[in-house]
């Protein structure tokens, strides 16, 4: 794949610590705000459509992609010779059972949390209520893990996906050229877009878009993303005009509007890259605290929600809840760089990020 034009401003090519693109650390850090939003929904239902609604479509399946592409580019090890991938894996296992069991303590017993129905035979035996049973409570722990259920840390689904394609890449990747023509057939199944599965299991979707990922990765980045910038305003635009749509024809979400939604995002990206380089430099170097975030943010927000005064309804209430976005990204952001700066030795264990 080979760049039909010049591309206007050499920025966008640079790489940061971790050897990926400042872009591509630019759009982690919009997409793992977006997520923040989508469970910030709870309390601005009516504002999130308007603001939120094709760029939100693509948060996760974002970092499937680019977690497919990665893994396809043996950057966590050689595809070749081997059928699993585990060292990666563990690495990325050890923050999601930590962070699984913190939210199983912290808020699996809210009644706020949107699948708390599941988790309660587990409370209900440790509390030792009359006809609770030992295996109905260990079935709800491994549902609050991920396990034939809904984590209870809830935006560790897509999480949990990674993990386990991850861990099987090296078989994925034995398909050679049919890993297109597979993800395009799962991508086809349609599950993320509607919510059938409601993310109990790895679902069809998402294992379409890491495969889409893994194929990918057989074109370099910079090539993958001169491709992308030649028609980057077309596609932001398109993504904007689309998203206002979509206000009103919320139920028309599929794969082919997700994809374009994540073209939007990268496109997003790339630009702000290539006009506002040094901000762009700034807003990368959040990247690292990514994970931490995924980990806590929701345990924050039914905190939040427990405490009380975040009840509250109105439109004045919506531009405050629009606010506290950013604020709670800020703050765990913040929480992560003292965490890596004062103790550094738990950084990898609790956000997935160095050795």
């Known amino acids: 794949m080979t760049p039909a034009a010049p591309?206007?401003?050499?920025?966008?090519?640079?790489k940061t610590a971790t050897h990926r693109m400042v872009w591509v650390d630019v759009a982690r850090v919009v997409a793992c705000i977006l997520i923040i939003a989508n469970h910030m929904a709870f309390y601005s239902a009516e504002l999130y459509r308007w603001v939120?609604?094709?760029?939100?479509?693509?948060?996760?399946?974002?970092?499937?992609?680019?977690?497919?592409?990665?893994?396809?580019?043996g950057s966590f090890g050689s595809l070749d010779g081997r059928l699993f991938l585990w060292k990666r894996s563990w690495f990325l296992l050890r923050p999601?059972?930590?962070?699984?069991?913190?939210?199983?303590?912290?808020i699996g017993w809210s009644p706020l949390h949107e699948y708390y129905e599941?988790?309660?035979?587990?409370?209900?035996?440790?509390?030792?209520?009359?006809?609770?049973?030992?295996?109905?409570?260990?079935?709800?722990?491994?549902?609050?893990?991920?396990?034939?259920?809904?984590?209870v840390d809830a935006p560790m689904w897509f999480l949990r996906d990674i993990i386990i394609y991850t861990a099987v890449a090296p078989l994925l990747h034995r398909?050679?050229?049919?890993?297109?023509?597979?993800?395009?057939?799962?991508?086809?199944?349609?599950?993320?877009?509607?919510?059938l599965a409601d993310h109990d299991y790895p679902i069809a979707n998402s294992l379409g878009f890491f495969l889409l990922g893994m194929f990918i990765s057989r074109y370099p980045l910079p090539d993958l993303t001169a491709a992308v910038r030649r028609y980057a305003v077309s596609f932001l635009l398109c993504t904007l005009v689309l998203?206002?749509?979509?206000?009103?024809?919320?139920?028309?979400?599929?794969?082919?509007?997700?994809?374009?939604?994540?073209?939007?995002?990268?496109?997003?990206?790339?630009?702000?890259?290539?006009?506002?380089p040094r901000a762009a430099r700034w807003v990368a170097g959040l990247a690292p605290a990514c994970f931490f975030i995924f980990g806590t943010h929701y345990i924050v927000i039914i905190l939040l929600r427990e405490s009380g005064w975040i009840?509250?309804?109105?439109?004045?209430?919506?531009?405050?809840?629009?606010?506290?976005?950013?604020?709670?990204?800020?703050?765990?952001?913040?929480l992560f760089f003292c965490m890596r700066r004062l103790v550094p030795r738990l950084v990898p264990v609790l956000a997935a990020y160095g050795k």
């Open 7 to 14: 591309i206007p401003d050499s920025v966008i090519f640079e």
């Open 52 to 73: 939120w609604a094709e760029f939100l479509a693509a948060r996760t399946p974002f970092f499937l992609l680019v977690a497919g592409y990665f893994v396809g580019r």
């Open 118 to 151: 599941s988790y309660v035979p587990l409370y209900a035996w440790l509390r030792g209520e009359p006809g609770s049973g030992f295996w109905s409570a260990l079935a709800a722990f491994a549902r609050c893990m991920g396990i034939a259920g809904h984590p």
């Open 175 to 195: 398909l050679g050229s049919y890993l297109l023509w597979v993800g395009l057939l799962m991508l086809s199944l349609n599950y993320f877009a509607l919510d």
């Open 96 to 106: 999601y059972l930590i962070w699984g069991m913190a939210a199983a303590v912290l």
């Open 243 to 276: 998203t206002w749509w979509l206000v009103g024809h919320r139920d028309q979400h599929n794969s082919m509007l997700i994809a374009l939604g994540m073209l939007g995002l990268m496109s997003l990206a790339i630009l702000f890259t290539e006009w506002f």
């Open 311 to 334: 009840t509250l309804k109105g439109t004045s209430w919506d531009v405050f809840w629009l606010y506290l976005v950013p604020v709670i990204f800020s703050v765990l952001a913040g």
